[in-house]
């Protein structure tokens, strides 16, 4: 069956960074679009970050990680990662991948991210 799991965060200083990892099985992984999303306290969750399938994938951001965030995938480990430099007190949150395009929606048990000084 299918499978997200997320890893890599942690509670880091204004300024900092931290690279995500999400492993998934259960799928051709190399032929899915995957993303990042984040759900702080109290808000919805939010879409983060986009890259599309294949070897040269193709990436969006959110207009407020742009050039702070950088999404990339390694077909070959069937994992997805999130490098997140620059951080925010605001970009504490839990974050989830999510494969796109399955029947059914996928998540994984998400990754705690803490900015704070």
């Known amino acids: 069956q299918v499978q997200l799991v997320e890893s890599g965060g942690g509670l880091v200083q204004p300024g900092g960074s931290l690279r995500l990892s999400c492993a998934a099985s259960?799928?051709?992984?190399?032929?899915?679009?995957m993303r990042w999303y984040r759900q702080a306290p109290g808000k919805e969750r939010e879409l983060v970050a986009t890259i599309t399938s294949g070897r040269g994938g193709v990436t969006y951001y959110v207009d407020s990680v742009k050039d702070r965030f950088t999404i990339s995938r390694d077909n070959a480990k069937n994992t997805v990662y999130l490098q997140m430099n620059s951080l925010k007190p605001e970009d504490t949150a839990v974050y989830y991948c999510k494969v796109l395009g399955l029947p059914n929606d996928y998540w994984g048990q998400g990754t705690q991210v803490t900015v704070s000084s």
């Open positions: 259960g799928f051709s992984f190399s032929s899915y679009a």
